[in-house]
């Protein structure tokens, strides 16, 4: 069965730590990896990733993609308390994007 | 216009009622989605159409039903829906170019509550 998994599920840092969020996933006709944060509302684009080895940067933002390993990770440095989100990872296969359950992330000031 | 627009946000409706959602997009996407996503979960996908034919059901309740009148709109209908169906509905929408792979652009949810 098809499926992403998401680690930690829920994360408690402080302003200005480092932290790493871990997707792994399990699918046939792999098209492409991308990452969504979420507050309350509807989840907005972070990252697009199709091939492995090339990271993606954006600001405080980065993410990289291991098609061996069928993983990725987004990594935000400096965190900030608006950093405060669910981040969930989607895999596009076929014509179908399946989500991971997300991580919970808290930045306390 | 990269926007993909959802009415209405809120929606409260009884479990005899009818009614339907309304998503549109003008960014020329063939394919669109509907996703429906509980407190705290993650979105699950319900329908997905591809060039304005319906490409997957996930087995959703046929209290629900999808449409597709054109490339720019999809609709949700719903009828006799149930209190555990209360959650927020997210239309989205991607290029699908068979073998490219492609962004998938959310609304902004229509938030259901039936009583």
């Known amino acids: 069965e098809d499926k992403v998994v998401q680690s930690p599920l829920s994360l408690v840092v402080h302003e200005g730590d480092t932290v790493t969020l871990n997707c792994s996933y399990e699918v046939t006709n792999f098209r492409s990896l991308l990452w969504y944060k979420q507050e309350k509302k509807a989840p907005t684009f972070l990252f697009m990733l199709t091939s492995s080895g090339i990271e993606k940067k954006s600001g405080r933002l980065s993410s990289i993609l291991d098609k061996k390993e069928l993983f990725s990770i987004l990594n935000i440095t400096a965190t900030q308390t608006g950093d405060s989100a669910i981040y969930l990872c989607a895999v596009e296969y076929g014509q179908n994007f399946v989500f991971g359950p997300g991580t919970r992330l808290s930045v306390l000031p | 216009d990269t926007e993909v627009t959802q009415t209405p946000k809120h929606l409260v409706m009884g479990m005899t009622n009818k009614k339907s959602l309304k998503c549109e997009q003008h960014?020329?996407?063939?394919?669109m989605y509907w996703y429906k996503q509980k407190a705290k979960k993650p979105p699950e996908l319900m329908f997905v159409y591809s060039y304005e034919k319906l490409s997957i059901n996930e087995s959703v309740p046929s209290r629900f039903s999808p449409e597709c009148p054109n490339s720019s709109l999809l609709n949700l209908h719903l009828h006799a829906l149930q209190p555990e169906d209360s959650a927020l509905y997210l239309c989205a929408s991607s290029q699908d170019v068979l073998g490219a792979p492609g962004e998938l652009f959310f609304g902004e949810g229509s938030r259901l509550t039936v009583l």
């Open positions: 960014m020329g996407h063939r394919a």
